[in-house]
């Protein structure tokens, strides 16, 4: 997915996390999820070419959507809303993951096998986020702090400070509109 200001994508294994939340740009109005089959299609493009959704499911997954880009926003400081929480809990119930463990001794968090629909699109996400968490990378996925964009990136600054999907974009637009307000 193209990344606003030539942004890199988020590493692997974010990249899932990352394309959901910014299947709609908010700004434009633009949502590539407008019907369960466009659902199945964003899946299949992320190496889960078997899952098929009806018009609930796809309404439990754009809750789901912004639930995440608000989990993203607390990256940068903002809480993230109970009903927000609430959701997740509801949705990562029934979406059980496994501890899997290799000859070489490493383990990895899977999801369990047999799931479908939203419970797998689920359980899929929160073994990506469970290995960015142990790989010290999920705190920089973000989400713009301009209320009209909340685009997800991730933020490469050294510091991990950055606020704004690009400077060149909301970054410049919320720096003129505190020099407006303060001329």
């Given amino acids: 997915m193209i990344q606003p200001g ?6 692997e294994p974010l990249v899932l996390v990352q394309d959901l939340v910014n299947t709609v740009d908010l ?14 299609a964003f899946c299949s493009g992320h190496g889960l070419p078997e899952l098929r959704f009806d ?15 608000d989990v993203c926003q607390a990256h940068a400081g903002v ?17 059980p993951l496994a501890l899997a463990l290799s000859a070489d001794g490493s383990a990895l968090v899977r999801p369990v096998d047999g799931l479908r629909g939203v ?3 689920v ?27 909340r685009w997800v990136y991730y933020d490469r600054s050294p510091a991990g400070r950055s606020r704004w999907c690009t400077m060149s974009l909301c970054g410049a637009r919320n720096k003129m509109r505190r020099y407006r307000a303060n001329s």
Avoid at 55 to 69: G, I, N, S
Avoid at 79 to 94: G, H, I, M, T, Y
């Fill in 79 to 95: 809480d993230v809303p109970s009903k927000s929480l609430a959701v997740l809990d509801r949705l990562l119930a029934d979406a």
């Fill in 119 to 121: 419970p797998a699109l």
């Fill in 55 to 69: 018009r609930d499911d796809l309404a439990q997954v754009l809750t789901l959507r912004e639930a995440l880009r």
């Fill in 27 to 40: 700004e434009l109005e633009n949502d590539a999820l407008l019907a369960p089959a466009d659902l199945s």
């Fill in 6 to 11: 030539e942004r890199n994508p988020a590493p």
């Fill in 123 to 149: 359980a899929r996400l929160a073994a990506d986020i469970s290995a960015a968490v142990t790989a010290g990378t999920w705190p920089r996925l973000k989400a713009c702090a301009a209320d009209t964009c």
